[in-house]
């Protein structure tokens, strides 16, 4: 069970800048608001974020990373680190779509790049954890 410790602490930090992140994005989403982001070049985030591709049946990709940061979050306190690598590699494999979704655009969006990086680093962390545990 995690429950403390240094890497639930590492664990618990990044979930939480996860949670900023994509609140900001939803946020943006629904009011409009254009991301503290450039607009031009390869790092264009308002071309990500305004494609057909930020939303899933009209709910915003940030609300969907909300959604997974908040499942995450909850799970830390009460679940094993088994449970959460399980979590994560369905994490990891929407940002692998998410990658591909970039490449085809032909624009990084920073502020998604942010939830690739967390959701990759938490996912190495659980693994670890989960070596960690089976010894």
């Known amino acids: 069970?995690?429950?403390s410790g240094k890497l639930y602490a590492a664990m618990l930090f990044l979930v939480m800048i996860g949670v900023v992140d994509t609140v900001y994005l939803t946020y943006s989403h629904y009011t409009g608001t254009p991301v503290a982001c450039p607009d031009s070049g390869v790092?264009?985030?308002a071309k990500v974020l305004s494609s057909p591709y930020s939303t899933i049946f009209g709910i915003p990709?940030?609300?969907i990373g909300l959604v997974f940061f908040a499942i995450e979050l909850f799970m830390l306190g009460r679940t094993s680190y088994e449970n959460l690598m399980l979590f994560n590699i369905?994490?990891?494999?929407t940002v692998f779509y998410l990658l591909y979704v970039e490449y085809v655009l032909g624009s990084?969006?920073?502020f998604c790049t942010v939830v690739h990086i967390l959701?990759?680093?938490l996912l190495v962390l659980s693994v670890y954890g989960y070596l960690k545990e089976r010894k």
């Not at 369905?90 to 494999?93: D, K, P």
């Open 90 to 93: 369905i994490g990891i494999a």
């Open 119 to 121: 959701v990759t680093v």
């Open 43 to 45: 790092i264009n985030c």
């Open 61 to 63: 990709l940030g609300l």
């Open 1 to 3: 069970m995690v429950k």
């Open 108 to 110: 990084i969006c920073l």
